[in-house]
């Protein structure tokens, strides 16, 4: 059974920085790109992060470019998302997703989700 | 603001059909597109549901199993729709449906249609 645990929400300060980890099991990791989105309280879904199986092709949302990273570690079977100079608008839920697709980028879809780790940023 | 344009509710009986639309402008993605659906129940993640696009390979199936098939998706050149035919109250939920920009190279999410059963 494909699983996908997020962890390393929490309460943080305006400015401050957060890192979120993704655990994946059921699956052969290492051969499935993976995405991050979130969805801020009563909002719909933002993608923010796409990685490719290597951690070397990462395309990520251009609001979040110069604050956010992403990266991945093949033999921990997880995916990261670097959050830094946060601020109230980032507070949302976290999810990371398994990519699928049958073709190029434009096929790709989030066919595994993460049951999400909420990020509060307030003072 | 999305590119993809859903509206914000809609809603049915039980037993009845409803649909819900994901509507795109042409200079925004091309009469190609892959259009895929989610539903997030309330409280929990996403999960995929359907796909809707008929540029699918033969062989690669509309949905996962489980997903039953009073949920059906069609696309046209600049829309998709959802349709939930035999609306149960396990039916509420929010709907999602998500593409791909390629001027961007970013994925995009449709606003959400919230599905309440009256």
């Known amino acids: 059974e494909v699983q996908l645990v997020e962890s390393g929400g929490g309460l943080v300060q305006p400015g401050g920085s957060l890192r979120l980890s993704c655990a994946a099991s059921?699956?052969?990791?290492?051969?499935?790109?993976m995405f991050w989105v979130r969805q801020a309280p009563g909002k719909g879904l933002e993608w923010i992060s796409y990685?490719?199986?290597?951690?070397?092709?990462?395309f990520l949302a251009d609001s979040l470019k110069g604050r956010f990273t992403v990266s991945r570690d093949n033999v921990r079977n997880s995916v990261y998302l670097q959050m830094s100079s946060l601020t109230v608008e980032d507070t949302a839920t976290y999810y990371c997703?398994?990519?699928?697709?049958?073709?190029?980028?434009?096929?790709?879809?989030?066919?595994?989700w993460g049951q999400g780790t909420r990020v509060t940023v307030s003072s | 603001q999305s590119v993809l344009t859903q509206p914000p509710s809609v809603s049915g009986a039980p037993g009845q059909r409803v649909t819900i639309s994901c509507t795109w402008s042409?200079?925004?993605?091309?009469?190609?597109?892959?259009v895929h659906w989610y539903q997030q129940l309330p409280g929990r993640a996403p999960i995929f549901l359907i796909h809707a696009d008929s540029n699918r390979p033969s062989g690669i199936p509309d949905r996962p199993s489980g997903v039953p098939d009073r949920f059906s998706a069609s696309m046209s050149d600049t829309s998709a729709s959802l349709a939930i035919t035999g609306l149960r109250t396990a039916d509420e939920a929010d709907y999602y449906c998500?593409?791909?920009?390629?001027?961007?190279?970013?994925?995009?999410f449709g606003g959400g249609t919230k599905v309440t059963v009256l």
């Open positions: 998500q593409a791909y920009d390629r001027r961007l190279n970013t994925w995009v």
């Open positions: 059921g699956f052969t990791f290492n051969t499935y790109e």
């Open positions: 990685i490719d199986t290597t951690g070397r092709d990462i």
């Open positions: 042409a200079s925004d993605f091309g009469a190609d597109s892959h």
């Open positions: 997703a398994r990519v699928d697709g049958y073709g190029d980028y434009d096929t790709y879809f989030f066919d595994h």
